[in-house]
């Protein structure tokens, strides 16, 4: 059933599931308000968050179970949508070299766009509390899973095993997520800085892909010398 028609058979229900996403939405909102305020997750109180959306404390329990379960919201927030805006430019059909300028470009209006997310991101990345930690690391292997898929759908790197694919891939993500911090930190409407970081963030990547060109497939059955 679709979802207009659930709408017309159903419109008690519709109403109510559509104020539970309301309701939900908003305290992740609201978080990322208070966060954008300056504060850090870890010191986000459960009413304070339902304060600023507007909500009762105990609403806040129909949607999470603790704090921990809003901060993997948090994560999932902007996830999904920018793996989706990064894989529409690598099934785009350019070459591997403007497809690495097109994602950057991508990826730094993407983290502009969502900077109190990123830099939540960033702070929880290496510190807070051990299930974002783990959720941050699975959207991580979510990003390189699908980035090996895609490259080796597109014969990018074919000489690579699947191991070395996905290891080059894990270089790219965790650059990717390194530069995020440069990109927060530009001065708004300094155009000339912008340019000179993203074509930094342009070059290390190239060589990542460049390293990952000459290498030794041997090498993977070698066992290294001292100080190889």
Not at 158 to 173: E, N
Request: hydrophobic share 40%.
């Amino acid at each position: 059933m679709s979802r207009r028609a659930r709408a017309v058979a159903f419109p008690g229900v519709e109403r109510r599931e559509e104020r539970k996403r309301r309701t939900r939405q908003a305290l992740v909102d609201a978080a990322m308000d208070l966060m954008n305020e300056g504060r850090s997750f870890t010191g986000l109180g459960l009413r304070e968050i339902a304060r600023r959306a507007g909500v009762v404390p105990t609403s806040f329990y129909r949607h999470f179970r603790d704090l921990d379960e809003l901060g993997l919201a948090l994560v999932d927030e902007g996830g999904m949508t920018l793996r989706r805006l990064l894989r529409e430019v690598r099934r785009g059909g350019t070459p591997t070299s403007d497809m690495i300028r097109s994602s950057v470009h991508v990826y730094a209006r993407y983290v502009r766009a969502h900077r109190q997310a990123f830099r939540f991101i960033a702070a929880e990345r290496g510190g807070g509390s051990v299930a974002i930690r783990n959720a941050i690391r699975n959207e991580v292997s979510h990003f390189v899973h699908e980035m090996a898929q895609d490259l080796r759908h597109l014969n990018v790197l074919p000489a690579l095993s699947t191991d070395m694919l996905h290891l080059v891939c894990g270089l790219v993500v965790t650059t990717m997520l390194n530069a995020a911090s440069d990109i927060l930190d530009l001065p708004e409407g300094d155009v000339r800085r912008e340019q000179e970081v993203v074509e930094s963030f342009v070059r290390q990547l190239r060589v990542i892909f460049l390293g990952a060109q000459s290498w030794d497939p041997q090498r993977d059955h070698v066992a290294p010398r001292d100080g190889a």
